[in-house]
């Protein structure tokens, strides 16, 4: 299988969720093997050069997956955007934005599905490499845990738990196969979400300061408050799964394996995949020149050039 980049590039505006700013975001076609990576078109000199994407860059995971680096840069939220470039098998983009923060667009990553669509997606001549899990590596903390296991194919399991009685609604739990199911049509649409009590807090310490109804779930003592309701049932952890993959792409390469979570986030899921790439005996760098060999979870990545 081949690596893939955009045939071409394309731009948005919108608002960070957090940052409350104004964003102009251009995803840029990229060289084979360069990998996901970003830029600051607001920031001059050593600050306004490409940073490539790596685990070992996400130092602020409060309540988002943040870039910062030893310069001082910031690229905040950049889940969402993650989880559809993954969506679509997108190895090397340039992410071109002009403030600290990846707009919010409507809480989903469905809008960055939109993007890449308008941009058509193009195959390149080197071959895609792949992270494949060999052996189980685990994560715990005091009240939540995530692991990945050997698997031949793609798998996320998540459970969530809140004490609240809107999530005693819908399954604390969903799991996807991407060997049969669709991102687009199972994950894609999942929006981010956050309790009204917790708005004050979040604004005192200058973040969720760009939320609204229009861009997040929001919940109050008893209910959603968004008039249009929720779009799955289970909306809650299939956007955790959303933010889940998101924040595993951040490796630049699909991974094969099977991904579980209770309760999870995006301090423990960094974690995760710095354990991993700290112990050379949990994976291996695979590829796939003939398709027939790959896995079945990876056989209909969708194409839209």
Not at 109 to 134: E, H, M, V
């Amino acid at each position: 299988m081949l690596q893939r980049t955009l045939a071409k590039s394309i731009n948005v505006t919108g608002v960070g969720l957090h940052s409350g700013e104004r964003v102009a975001l251009t995803l840029h076609p990229a060289a084979e093997n360069s990998g996901i990576a970003f830029r600051r078109t607001d920031l001059d000199g050593k600050q306004g050069e490409i940073i490539r994407l790596s685990p070992y860059l996400i130092n602020d995971t409060r309540l988002s997956s943040t870039v910062v680096t030893e310069d001082g840069v910031r690229v905040g939220t950049i889940e969402h955007i993650m989880s559809a470039l993954s969506a679509y098998g997108v190895d090397n983009c340039l992410i071109e934005l002009n403030a600290p923060e990846i707009p919010i667009m409507d809480g989903s990553s469905l809008p960055f599905i939109y993007l890449l669509q308008d941009a058509g997606i193009i195959d390149q001549k080197a071959q895609k490499r792949f992270l494949k899990i060999l052996k189980p590596v685990e994560i715990k903390e005091t009240s939540k845990w995530v692991r990945f296991t050997p698997y031949d194919g793609f798998k996320v399991t998540l459970t969530i738990e809140f004490d609240h009685p809107v999530f005693n609604r819908s399954a604390p739990t969903f799991e996807i196969d991407f060997a049969g199911k669709s991102y687009i049509d199972e994950i894609a649409r999942a929006r981010t979400f956050g309790f009204m009590q917790e708005v004050e807090l979040m604004r005192a310490h200058n973040l969720g300061l760009g939320g609204n109804l229009s861009n997040a779930i929001v919940i109050d003592d008893t209910d959603v408050l968004n008039p249009e309701g929720l779009r799955y049932p289970d909306e809650f952890v299939r956007h955790k799964i959303l933010d889940a993959i998101g924040d595993l792409y951040i490796v630049g390469h699909p991974i094969i394996g099977a991904f579980e979570g209770y309760k999870s986030g995006h301090a423990i899921n960094n974690a995760l995949l710095r354990a991993i790439l700290a112990d050379e005996s949990c994976y291996e760098w695979v590829e796939f020149p003939n398709d027939a060999d790959l896995p079945s979870a990876f056989h209909e990545l969708p194409s839209v050039a």
